[in-house]
């Protein structure tokens, strides 16, 4: 299934093309999807310490029932935290919150705190000190890969331009409608996997009627669709839910969309309007 299909890191690292999102679950309740999410065959999980939910994924990745090895977590590094000592502190708190003594991947959640995002200031030797802090995790054996997200090229050509290990993975919103294509290919063309999160923008291509048809033609639901168009792109898709019917239907993409009909989904009129998530950061820019 394709929660088990993998991409090969710019390390090596086997990673899930297809995880888990939690945002938004609580954290008494994350455990228990975490357990759903690998009893229907998931094997990525995706957290944050933004989403306060650290420590029940990781009593999840304990309860679930397979090998820690066969798990792949992800954490973040809190977007307000832009210097060294900082991070090396935040770093070690997910692994203890987690319980965990290796994350499979933390990346930098965002450029800029999330009080300035979108602002001019792109903290660039802040995020060169948070990097440099989860370079030496990574060489330590703590991190068994390093990522950013929500990174602009500048961004990311800060890092660049003093790192001693690249960034492998640059999650970014991507969905119907609004896929930063340029963004995709810069990264792709110096090794960064781009991994897409709210790749059903955040429930809002359940309004889309061109979208919905589309889906229907094809025998499927508007999330499936909407999956399977990351997946085509070749990014890693992270669509987040609690409901584990809803992770069974998610998985369920074993369908290709055509040539045709994927210029239409890349070329459909933007969203806009995230209703009500356009009071977070990431969706109004």
Same mark, same amino acid.
């Given at each position: 299934?394709?929660?088990?299909?993998?991409?090969?890191?710019?390390?090596?690292?086997?990673?899930?093309?297809?995880?888990?999102?939690?945002?938004?679950?609580?954290?008494?309740?994350?455990?228990?999807?975490?357990?759903?999410?690998?009893?229907?065959? @998931?094997?990525?999980?995706?957290?944050?310490?933004? @989403?306060?939910?650290?420590?029940?994924?990781?009593?999840?990745?304990?309860?679930?029932?397979?090998?820690?090895?066969?798990? &792949?977590?992800?954490?973040?590094?809190?977007?307000?935290?832009?210097? @060294?000592?900082?991070?090396?502190?935040?770093?070690?708190?997910?692994?203890?919150?987690?319980?965990?003594?290796?994350?499979?991947?933390?990346?930098?959640?965002?450029?800029?705190?999330?009080?300035?995002?979108?602002?001019?200031?792109? +903290?660039?030797?802040?995020?060169?000190?948070?990097?440099?802090?989860?370079?030496?995790? @990574?060489?330590?054996?703590?991190?068994?890969?390093?990522?950013?997200?929500? &990174?602009?090229?500048?961004?990311?050509?800060?890092?660049?331009?003093?790192?001693?290990?690249?960034?492998?993975?640059?999650?970014?919103?991507?969905?119907?409608?609004?896929?930063?294509?340029?963004?995709?290919?810069?990264?792709?063309?110096?090794?960064?996997?781009?991994?897409?999160?709210?790749?059903?923008?955040?429930?809002?291509?359940?309004?889309?009627?061109?979208?919905?048809?589309?889906?229907?033609?094809?025998?499927?639901?508007?999330?499936?669709?909407?999956?399977? +168009?990351?997946?085509?792109?070749?990014?890693?898709?992270?669509?987040?839910?609690?409901?584990?019917?809803?992770?069974?239907?998610?998985?369920?993409?074993?369908?290709?969309?055509?040539?045709?009909?994927?210029?239409?989904?890349?070329?459909?009129?933007?969203?806009?309007?995230?209703?009500?998530?356009?009071? &977070?950061?990431?969706?109004?820019?």
């Amino acid at each position: 299934m394709i929660a088990q299909d993998t991409y090969r890191l710019a390390n090596g690292v086997l990673i899930p093309k297809l995880g888990l999102g939690t945002w938004m679950i609580p954290n008494d309740s994350a455990a228990q999807a975490v357990v759903d999410a690998v009893a229907l065959g @998931y094997r990525h999980i995706d957290t944050a310490q933004a @989403y306060e939910n650290e420590a029940g994924v990781g009593d999840g990745v304990r309860a679930a029932g397979v090998a820690r090895d066969e798990l &792949f977590v992800t954490s973040k590094l809190a977007a307000e935290v832009k210097d @060294y000592a900082g991070a090396v502190q935040a770093i070690d708190g997910s692994l203890d919150a987690m319980g965990l003594d290796t994350l499979d991947l933390m990346l930098i959640h965002s450029p800029q705190p999330w009080r300035q995002f979108g602002q001019p200031d792109r +903290y660039l030797e802040g995020n060169r000190e948070a990097w440099r802090a989860l370079e030496d995790a @990574y060489k330590a054996g703590k991190l068994r890969a390093i990522g950013v997200s929500n &990174f602009l090229q500048g961004d990311l050509e800060n890092l660049f331009a003093g790192c001693t290990v690249k960034p492998m993975v640059n999650q970014v919103l991507a969905h119907i409608s609004n896929t930063p294509t340029d963004l995709i290919e810069y990264s792709r063309s110096h090794g960064v996997l781009v991994q897409a999160y709210s790749p059903i923008a955040h429930g809002e291509l359940l309004k889309n009627t061109a979208v919905a048809r589309m889906a229907e033609r094809y025998g499927v639901s508007v999330p499936q669709l909407g999956i399977r +168009y990351t997946l085509q792109l070749g990014l890693l898709p992270l669509p987040k839910t609690a409901n584990p019917a809803h992770m069974a239907s998610n998985a369920a993409v074993d369908f290709e969309i055509s040539a045709e009909d994927m210029h239409t989904l890349l070329t459909i009129d933007r969203i806009e309007d995230y209703g009500e998530a356009s009071m &977070f950061p990431v969706y109004r820019g």
